[in-house]
């Protein structure tokens, strides 16, 4: 299964279109939307967590930019100091992916980098800032 966060850009000629619903209409994509600033009329951006074949995300995302949105895969990485984390699991309750989890026997705060899509929800959660996200010019992808 295909699952990676995109930020899509609209002008103000495409921002009132109903696009997203298509992609699980046509396309039987998954979507979440992370967060979204789109007015009618203006240019808009939506953070967008898209999970599927990747076949199929690929043709949504082909879908869109027809027309005109611009598509970009965001590939945060997010770390955990261990030095700071205390095992609170605030953290388990926001992430959409379960790459944080807690480990019923030890009670411990597992953390599954592979599983994280670098949303950064956990980010803010965190009372001791443990989760750190690092966002470098190397980590922005113009195409799927």
């Known amino acids: 299964m295909y699952d990676h966060i995109y930020v ?19 396309y039987d994509v998954e979507f979440n939307i992370i967060k979204a600033d789109i007015l009618p009329h203006r240019e808009g951006m939506m ?7 990747k076949e199929k995300v690929r043709a949504g995302l082909d879908f869109l930019q027809s027309f005109g949105v611009v598509v970009e895969r965001l590939a945060a990485r997010i770390y955990r100091d261990d030095e700071k984390c205390f095992q609170c699991g605030a953290c388990t309750g926001v992430c ?7 480990d019923r026997q030890t009670m411990g705060v597992q ?18 800032r443990a989760m750190e996200v690092s966002l470098g010019q190397d980590q922005m992808f113009a195409e799927v």
């Open 47 to 53: 953070i967008l967590q898209l999970k599927g074949p």
């Open 96 to 102: 959409p992916v379960a790459a944080l989890s807690v």
């Open 8 to 26: 899509l850009r609209f002008s103000k000629e495409t921002s009132d279109k109903a696009f997203i619903y298509q992609l699980v209409k046509k």
């Open 111 to 128: 953390f599954d980098p592979e599983k994280c899509t670098g949303c950064s929800l956990c980010v803010p959660v965190c009372p001791v």
